[in-house]
C-alpha cells in the first residue's frame, strides 16, 4: 500500500510516509481539489518530481485529516519554499523526497521539520562543504552517516524554515554513534542566539534515513 506509515508524535502532530508505486493520474485522484493541484504542478518533464511533489500533497491531506478531521485547506509554498495551508496559517508542515519515498509531518502548532535521503557516497564527496572539522572526524569512512548528518541538518534547516544558513557553520551537531534509531543533538548557531534541538532518526530500509524534529512551542535561546 503506498500510504507506509502514519505515527503519533504528539498531541498536536503526525508523521507519515509514502512509498511510491502509482502513476501520476492515480495520485492525482486522491488529492482534494484535483484540479487545481494539477495547475500547481512544478514546471518541469522530470515525471519522477511530478510523482514526489504530487504524493508530498496526498500525504500531506492524509495526515491533515489526522490531526484536525474537518478542516479543509490548499497546500502552498511560501517565499522560502515552506509549505504551508493556505487556510491554516497556525499550522505547521514538513515534506521530503527521495526515490521512492515521502516523508511528511503535519502539526496544529508549534514547529516541524524532516528530511529522507538516499544513503549513497553523494554526501561524503560534499561533506567538506556542510561539516565542521569535528563533524567530519565523527563520520569516518562511514557513507551512512554522512547522509544522516545531511538529513538532519536539513531538518533543522526546514525546522527553522529560513533561507541564508550556512550547514557547516550555523547547524551543527553532537558526535554520535550511528544505530538503527535514536535521537541525535543539534545546535542553530544564529546571529544573535542559540537553540539546542532533538531530532529523531531511524534507518528506514539499509538504503535511506528518516529524520524529524517536532516542537510544540518554540524553544528558549540560550
Known amino acids: 500500500m503506498p500510504l507506509h506509515s502514519v505515527t503519533l508524535l504528539s498531541e498536536h502532530a503526525r508523521l507519515g510516509l509514502w512509498h511510491l508505486t502509482e502513476p501520476p493520474a492515480e495520485l492525482l485522484r486522491q488529492v482534494p481539489q484535483a484540479e487545481l493541484y494539477s495547475q500547481l504542478l512544478p514546471a518541469t518533464r522530470d515525471e519522477n518530481r511530478n510523482l514526489q511533489w504530487l504524493a508530498g500533497r496526498v500525504l500531506a491531506h492524509t495526515l491533515l485529516a489526522e490531526v484536525s478531521p474537518k478542516a479543509k485547506a490548499v497546500l502552498r509554498n511560501d517565499e522560502n519554499g515552506r509549505p504551508f495551508f493556505e487556510q491554516l496559517p497556525a499550522y505547521a508542515v514538513s515534506l521530503s523526497h527521495s526515490g521512492q519515498w515521502v516523508a511528511g509531518i503535519v502539526a496544529t502548532q508549534g514547529r516541524v521539520g524532516t528530511d529522507?535521503?538516499?544513503?549513497?557516497?553523494?554526501?561524503?564527496?560534499?561533506?567538506?562543504?556542510?561539516?565542521?572539522?569535528?563533524?567530519?572526524?565523527?563520520?569516518?569512512?562511514?557513507?551512512?552517516?554522512?547522509?544522516?548528518?545531511?538529513?538532519?541538518?536539513?531538518?533543522?534547516?526546514?525546522?527553522?524554515?529560513?533561507?541564508?544558513?550556512?550547514?557547516?557553520?550555523?547547524?551543527?551537531?553532537?558526535?554520535?554513534?550511528?544505530?538503527?534509531?535514536?535521537?541525535?543533538?543539534?545546535?542553530?548557531?544564529?546571529?544573535?542566539?542559540?537553540?539546542?534541538?532533538?531530532?529523531?532518526?531511524?534507518?528506514?530500509?539499509?538504503?535511506?534515513v528518516l529524520t524529524y524534529c517536532v516542537e510544540d512551542a518554540v524553544p528558549l535561546s540560550f
Open 116 to 208: 529522507i535521503e538516499m544513503v549513497r557516497t553523494k554526501a561524503q564527496l560534499l561533506a567538506t562543504r556542510f561539516l565542521s572539522k569535528d563533524e567530519l572526524a565523527n563520520t569516518g569512512n562511514d557513507v551512512a552517516k554522512h547522509s544522516l548528518y545531511w538529513s538532519a541538518k536539513e531538518t533543522l534547516y526546514k525546522l527553522h524554515s529560513r533561507r541564508g544558513l550556512v550547514f557547516k557553520e550555523q547547524i551543527r551537531l553532537n558526535p554520535f554513534e550511528l544505530r538503527e534509531a535514536g535521537v541525535l543533538t543539534g545546535h542553530l548557531l544564529l546571529e544573535n542566539s542559540r537553540s539546542q534541538h532533538q531530532i529523531h532518526y531511524q534507518r528506514l530500509t539499509p538504503d535511506y
